[in-house]
């Protein structure tokens, strides 16, 4: 069955008295006002057809015997509920059916929570206004406005779209604005297109946006939810190798910052949060680290132990002026730490090089994806199989080696003989 709705004009001449069975002769003796029944002859795959309400509504039929129990329907259909009721589609009617059954609600009802239900929406804000309101909920709740997330939000929502529609209302906001506005997105230096792992950032933090605003009735419908996501390609993991490694421990052995790089090399953290890490996070006794959810990536508070030895050996270093060190001037201390040993890396290997070798070599070594996912702090196992065969097993057992004493004993070739 097809259906369309056209006016006469438009449609292809018919005979509606093709040959027609004594059973459409009487039921075109029952066609009520409204309801048309009729043959093309034009030679189409479909030539039986029945045509209703006053959207000229066609649908048409292989044989006559199924259009006439389409017209039928419609009959009984006019019979029950009105001739009116040939302007609604079948659909329509099942949907409205289904939901009646299963809230017992009357029209009226449906119409009385509806206008309520829009008297709550605030659909007259900015996207400057909305942005504003977003970040002081964000601040309030649950991110700390130094932190390195709440800094990239800001730059999404603040520096890129409200820079871009913030006089605009919200609600005219559509995703085709969104993805023309992604599609402008630059790198950090402003000259060249932002990779796609950038402009899905972006994207992400635009969607928690206007979901938000959704769930505060700022807006009825999120457009990014229709943006669809830069797709990005995975790149082989850079490594610290193991000589590197010796040498840039060897150069700053007396560092107070070393013991904190420390938990990026063995304790499994990311760089900020080896930045925001608090002495009174470190359990030596239990010899476990704690994450409080406020300070760290994921959002929730984690506690976990069971890391190389050689994690508490360098932190057994730390001194009171370890643990002064803010996020920005941990930031400093450890740069300086790599331009001492003569290490000049891009500033996205500068940041993930120390946890992706230090997934990389503990999975090497142990060759134990579960325990391995569990200290990383991975949501899935998938997340940390991606590290699977990156480092050798030897290399691996050298890297959990590489304690203050092993680093300060002589050369590398000694290290490595021994």
Not at 316 to 343: C, H, N, P
Request: include cysteine; charged fraction near 30%; aromatic fraction near 10%.
């Amino acid at each position: 069955m097809s259906q369309k709705t056209a006016q006469d004009s438009e449609l292809p001449r018919h005979n509606v008295a093709q040959s027609e069975s004594k059973a459409t002769k009487q039921l075109r003796k029952l066609l009520p006002k409204g309801i048309k029944i009729g043959f093309w002859t034009d030679g189409r795959s479909k030539p039986h057809f029945v045509r209703y309400g006053t959207q000229r509504t066609v649908e048409s039929f292989e044989d006559e015997t199924a259009r006439n129990e389409r017209a039928q329907d419609l009959i009984d259909q006019a019979a029950r509920l009105g001739s009116s009721s040939l302007q609604v589609k079948d659909n329509e009617l099942t949907e409205w059916s289904l939901f009646k059954a299963q809230t017992n609600a009357t029209m009226a009802e449906v119409w009385q929570a509806w206008k309520k239900y829009k008297g709550q929406l605030t659909l007259t804000l900015t996207v400057s206004e909305t942005v504003g309101k977003y970040l002081a909920l964000r601040r309030s709740e649950d991110i700390a406005e130094k932190s390195t997330t709440y800094r990239q939000m800001k730059r999404h929502l603040v520096d890129f779209l409200a820079k871009a529609y913030g006089d605009r209302l919200l609600v005219d906001v559509t995703a085709a604005d969104l993805r023309d506005l992604l599609a402008t997105v630059k790198d950090r230096d402003g000259k060249k297109p932002a990779a796609a792992i950038t402009k899905k950032s972006y994207r992400k933090n635009w969607n928690t946006f206007f979901n938000r605003a959704c769930a505060e009735k700022w807006l009825e419908v999120n457009p990014c939810a229709e943006v669809v996501p830069p797709k990005v390609i995975a790149k082989d993991k850079e490594l610290f190798s193991i000589e590197k490694a010796f040498h840039f421990l060897q150069t700053n052995i007396h560092e107070p910052v070393v013991p904190r790089i420390a938990l990026e090399m063995w304790g499994f953290m990311r760089a900020s949060s080896a930045a925001r890490i608090l002495k009174e996070h470190v359990n030596f006794e239990e010899k476990g680290l704690k994450m409080p959810g406020k300070q760290h990536k994921g959002g929730k508070w984690k506690f976990r132990q069971g890391h190389a030895e050689v994690l508490w050996d360098w932190l057994s270093l730390a001194t009171e002026e370890t643990w002064a060190l803010d996020e920005k001037m941990y930031a400093v201390r450890k740069a300086q730490a790599f331009i001492r040993a003569g290490f000049k890396l891009k500033k996205r290997a500068f940041h993930n090089i120390l946890r992706h070798s230090c997934i990389s070599y503990n999975l090497a070594s142990t060759k134990d994806v579960s325990r391995t996912s569990y200290l990383a702090q991975h949501s899935s196992l998938t997340m940390t199989e991606e590290y699977e065969g990156v480092a050798t097993e030897k290399d691996g057992k050298l890297w959990a080696k590489l304690t203050p004493k092993a680093v300060t004993s002589g050369s590398f070739e000694q290290f490595i003989t021994s």
